[in-house]
């Protein structure tokens, strides 16, 4: 099973609200990724979590915020965004970090910034 | 940096035929992985194939074949029997080890009936 689950599938926020993308995955993968892709763009890599632990930050504003509650979860908390924050927000997972591995997305979710 | 290429924005096939997507990479390691993905209007990014940088056997999986050649740098990926379900965006991606997923800039795909 190679099943990344991600909610909500779409959601408008206004530029003053407060909200969080999800993503799960049951694999066992340690290694949790959030990627930003406009229309007709390849994805652009934003977090990574490995073992649980943030890994990297890609210089993301701060009004994006990861976290990592457990080995299976992985949330982006969304506040203050603009317009421009407008796009598809995908999540992924792998086995591990540290190594050469493949990465599995979940089918994202479309956020519209009002 | 490791660069990832595709030269074809967009390409069209008629149904049951064979179409091949180009991709080139740029890198100095020797242990990497390379990916085909697709991702249809449905948007959900879906693993085609991948191969690994050791082996010289070019991978295959169903209809999906690719053409590894490591010392041209060049991962080509040929669609055999094309189907209507095939239209997407197909992206080549590279991975070196302990580093981040590289994206070519992607192939819009179109098979007509």
């Known amino acids: 099973d190679t099943e990344v689950t991600q909610t909500p599938k779409h959601l408008v926020m206004g530029m003053t609200n407060k909200k969080s993308l999800k993503c799960e995955q049951h694999?066992?993968?340690?290694?949790m990724y959030w990627y930003k892709q406009k229309a007709k763009k390849p994805p652009e890599l934003m977090f990574v979590?490995?073992?649980?632990?943030?890994?990297i930050n890609e210089s993301v504003p701060s009004r994006f915020s990861p976290e990592c509650p457990n080995s299976s979860l992985l949330n982006l908390h969304l506040h203050a965004l603009q317009p421009e924050d407008s796009a598809l927000y995908l999540c992924?997972?792998?086995?591990?970090?540290?190594?050469?591995?493949?990465?599995?997305f979940g089918p994202g979710t479309r956020l519209t910034v009002l | 940096a490791q660069t990832v290429t595709q030269s074809q924005p967009e390409m069209s096939v008629q149904e049951a035929e064979t179409v091949t997507l180009s991709c080139t990479y740029d890198?100095?390691?020797?242990?990497?992985?390379l990916f085909w993905y697709k991702q249809p209007p449905s948007r959900q990014m879906i693993l085609v194939i991948r191969?690994?940088?050791?082996?010289?056997q070019n991978a295959t999986e169903n209809r999906f074949s690719v053409n590894f050649q490591k010392a041209a740098k060049s991962f080509s990926l040929k669609i055999s029997d094309s189907q209507l379900g095939d239209t997407a965006m197909y992206f080549c991606?590279?991975?070196?080890?302990?580093?981040?997923?590289?994206f070519g800039a992607g192939t819009i795909l179109r098979v007509k009936s």
């Open positions: 992924a997972s792998s086995q591990v970090l540290a190594g050469v591995d493949t990465q599995y």
């Open positions: 694999m066992g993968h340690r290694a």
């Open positions: 191969q690994e940088a050791y082996k010289q």
């Open positions: 890198t100095s390691e020797n242990n990497y992985y």
């Open positions: 991606a590279f991975l070196e080890y302990g580093n981040k997923l590289v």
């Open positions: 979590y490995s073992y649980e632990k943030l890994s």
